[in-house]
């Protein structure tokens, strides 16, 4: 099991920037990926981007193409989510997700670990 604690949400006016983070523990090997979902009130969770901790291969939902870059850090296990150009629709709680071997790396079922997540809103 992994234990995840995101940080770094906030309150950001249109077009700014935040970075998330995503600290990582416990019982980590590899083939695990990482991703981060947003959900937004009323609306279901949504993948945002995801990263494989062993190679680094990242993905990313069309709506944050360009925007976001997602990174990790193997000494810190953290993951990070940089968003740049944000808009008032990326508001969201963003949860940071952990699982093993996953093969549908945009669906959030098959992901084991969650953390408790993180506000971002952004203004127009």
């Known amino acids: 099991q992994v234990q995840l604690v995101e940080s770094g949400g906030g309150l950001v006016q249109a077009g700014g920037s935040l970075r998330l983070s995503c600290a990582a523990s416990g019982r980590f090997f590899s083939g695990y990926t990482i991703a981060w979902f947003r959900q937004a009130p009323g609306k279901e969770r949504g993948f945002v981007a995801s990263?494989?901790?062993?190679?680094?291969?990242?993905y990313y939902a069309d709506s944050v193409k360009g925007r976001f870059t997602i990174s990790r850090d193997n000494a810190k296990n953290t993951v990070y989510l940089q968003m740049n150009s944000l808009k008032p629709e990326d508001t969201a709680v963003y949860y940071c997700?952990?699982?093993?071997?996953?093969?549908?790396?945009?669906?959030?079922?098959?992901?084991?670990?969650w953390g408790q997540g993180t506000q971002v809103t952004v203004s127009s």
């Open positions: 990263i494989t901790w062993t190679g680094g291969r990242t």
């Open positions: 997700a952990a699982g093993r071997l996953i093969i549908r790396n945009m669906r959030s079922d098959e992901y084991d670990d």
